[in-house]
């Protein structure tokens, strides 16, 4: 299998004078200024207060399919996002609620390099939830961010991060970002430990799995050595389709450090949402499945669906927006032919 290089020098250059300013703080001094930041908020913001607060309200339930569960969550506080519209004249007929510019006034962020700036969701699904976009007003796209992910998994070591394609859940397309949520929240970050998975690749300081036994094909990226990480990251990126008149491939991705091991879940996607978020009637789910879903903690805002969902919805929910077994196969023939 080949490994793909950066795509130009300046790029390089730039991802090395970020990653070296950030390692200049001590490890978790950023989760700890995170944790504090929340902290802080929750004192001064009256909508993060009451949304924080609001969780302790939150009903659940669990699925059990053998050697891993689904939890489902009505938390009705994400209702925006779930139902967010996504198509280019909506986005282009509202502000961009990550820009610097348009945030609420009490909102205040930690300054990562002058590149990102850590904020409070203030619609949390975690107990400690951020979301971390760039300055720059620039589209929702991976490859020549993923190392920086990584970095930021890094330094904010208490959390999980994820990544959200432009057509699989990100509720701001138009606006690159990541967000963070507590650690041992999803339950996929111990799932990768327990469930069935196929080694396809082990190299010096990197093994990569197939998850093909988990209702949602995936691979799952482990290594001690990030650049390593980021090389055959862009591998499989280039392995995956890209559909005509779109900007990436679809995907979502979930990342978190610890034991001095980076490790990365990418699940590349067929749908952006499944047939019941658009069926009428009783058939109707009003459920736009993300990362923290495909994570296993599926978030229904309206009460109705949280009642009926059953664990048969979510297997055909999962199999429609993942990739089918065949085009999974499709991909990994193509990793190892490169």
């Known amino acids: 299998m080949g490994v793909a290089g950066k795509d130009s020098s300046e790029q390089e250059e730039s991802i090395n004078l970020f990653e070296t300013t950030l390692m ?38 669990e699925f059990d399919f053998g050697n891993f569960k689904v939890r489902v969550q009505f938390n009705p506080g994400r209702i925006q996002s779930s139902a967010a519209k996504v198509d280019a004249k909506s986005i282009s007929e509202r502000k961009c609620f990550l820009c610097p510019a ?40 991976i490859l020549d961010r993923y190392e920086d992910m990584l970095t930021l998994s890094q330094l904010l070591d208490r959390y999980s991060l994820f990544y959200n394609g432009p057509k699989c859940g990100a509720s701001a397309p138009d606006h690159m970002h990541f967000q963070a949520g507590i650690k041992g929240f999803m339950p996929i970050e111990h799932d990768v430990e327990n469930v069935g998975k196929r080694e396809l690749v082990q190299l010096e300081d990197l093994t990569v799995y197939a998850l093909d036994n988990y209702l949602r094909n995936s691979f799952l990226i482990c290594s ?49 949402r499944p047939a019941c978020f658009f069926a009428c009637g009783g058939d109707n789910i009003l459920i736009s499945p993300a990362s923290v879903d495909l994570g296993g903690v599926f978030i229904t805002p309206q009460e109705k669906d949280f009642e ?3 664990a048969k919805d979510i297997e055909n ?15 990994i023939e193509s990793l190892m032919i490169r």
């Not at 001094?29 to 207060?49: C, D, G, P, R």
């Not at 491939?249 to 990342?255: L, Q, T």
């Not at 999962?318 to 499709?330: A, G, I, Q, R, Y």
């Open 224 to 272: 001690q050595d990030k650049d390593k990480s980021v090389r055959f990251f862009s591998e499989l990126y280039h392995a995956l389709e890209i559909r005509a008149g779109e900007p990436e491939p679809m995907m979502n991705i979930i990342a978190w450090y610890g034991n001095g091991m980076f490790h990365t879940v990418v699940l590349p996607r067929e749908q952006h």
């Open 24 to 61: 200049k703080e001590a490890m978790g001094s950023i989760s700890e200024k995170a944790e504090k930041l929340l902290h802080n908020q929750l004192e001064v913001w009256q909508l993060a207060q009451t949304n924080y607060r609001n969780l302790s309200t939150v009903r659940s339930k």
């Open 317 to 331: 929910i999962l199999k429609e927006v993942c990739v089918s077994d065949v085009k999974f196969e499709t991909i």
């Open 102 to 141: 348009n945030l609420p006034k009490e909102q205040e962020g930690i300054d990562i390099d002058n590149k990102y700036q850590i904020l409070v969701n203030p619609f949390p699904i975690f107990p400690e939830h951020f979301t971390i976009p760039a300055y720059d007003h620039t589209d929702q796209l």
């Open 308 to 310: 009926k969902i059953t």
